[in-house]
């Protein structure tokens, strides 16, 4: 099995730090680009480490992807340190990174760090936050205290009451350079990586050659040092409801619906639970299953000659 992710190593990943930055049409090579998915629970993040991603995001999504919110400003730090403890528990090679929710870090230095230190006291070996500039004196806390930082600029979900809604930001000449300016100050703090959400590709290419550390892309092109997507998004658990720049690989909401459909016909048909699928009373000498003797004081006892009462099939 190859070795765990770690922050140096994702910082190795920057595309600059390999063949020299860019090829004959421009585009950037070098180091291979960062695959980064969501996770939230034991099972996503088996299926994800399994698949060979590099980095697994236990993201504030939850609260809208899992929980059934309309926003990720419901979850708290207890929910993320819950959430962050089930997909540490599938033990991944995959480097586990947890969001630090809204409110977490916004009111002190001292409890930013306190939060961050229960998110990787529950198996993160770091965690992300959304905002530019003014987060540096936070970014800049958990630096100190030993924590890896990830940065998240561009459309930055926890703003929505702010920015009034999921809208493509960074759109003109003004709002880009203030993206640019944002990460810059991130990766001066120490950030180790930053991600870039629903941005122009444009933008996102300015950004990623602004910054020295590793840019991951969600809705920003093709330009930055990864992508991220939402697991769910990706798998076609979403309800239908993905934003226009996911690619889905698979349809397994439809797949479940039709598995449960079939289940609930065969209940209905008695063609479920099947011969193979019933436990049996253990068999007596003769070979012969042991029976109900019938009502006995108003309950019916279960006799068998040799071994009384049993189950041959442990499960
Ligand atoms: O919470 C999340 O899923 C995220 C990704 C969109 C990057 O922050």
Redesign the pocket.
């Known amino acids: 099995m190859s070795q765990s992710m770690t922050v140096p190593a994702v910082r190795a990943r920057k595309a600059s730090s390999g063949t020299g930055g860019k090829g004959a049409g421009g585009e950037r090579v070098g180091a291979e680009p960062l695959v980064m998915v969501?996770a939230y629970d034991t099972p996503t993040a088996r299926i994800a480490d399994r698949a060979g991603v590099d980095l697994i995001?236990v993201?504030?999504?939850v609260a809208m992807v899992v929980l059934g919110h309309d926003d990720?400003l419901q979850v708290t730090i207890e929910d993320m340190v819950h959430h962050t403890g089930a997909v540490a528990r599938a033990r991944t090679r995959a480097m586990v990174i947890a969001?630090l929710p809204w409110l977490s870090y916004h009111v002190s230095a001292h409890e930013t760090v306190h939060n961050a230190g229960r998110l990787l006291r529950a198996g993160a070996r770091a965690v992300?936050l959304e905002g530019g500039r003014k987060r540096v004196p936070m970014v800049s806390a958990l630096v100190d205290a030993e924590i890896p930082v990830m940065g998240?600029v561009g459309l930055t979900p926890q703003s929505v009451n702010v920015t009034g809604g999921y809208r493509v930001q960074a759109r003109d000449p003004e709002a880009a350079q203030a993206v640019v300016d944002d990460a810059v100050a991130l990766a001066a703090a120490g950030c180790f990586a930053i991600?870039i959400?629903s941005v122009p590709d444009s933008v996102a290419r300015a950004v990623t050659e602004a910054v020295p550390v590793p840019t991951i892309g969600?809705g920003a092109g093709p330009a930055c040092d990864g992508q991220?997507l939402?697991l769910h998004d990706l798998l076609g658990l979403d309800g239908g409801a993905a934003p226009s720049f996911v690619r889905r690989y698979a349809q397994l909401e439809a797949d479940a619906v039709a598995a449960v459909t079939a289940y609930a016909a065969d209940v209905r048909g008695r063609r479920f639970p099947s011969e193979a699928e019933t436990h049996h009373l253990l068999e007596d000498a003769s070979g012969r299953p042991a029976q109900p003797s019938g009502a006995s004081g108003g309950a019916t006892r279960i006799s068998s000659p040799r071994t009384g009462a049993g189950d041959r099939r442990a499960s």
Request: no cysteine; proline share 0%.
């Open positions: 969501t995001l993201g504030d999504s990720t969001d992300k998240h991600v959400e969600i991220v939402v």
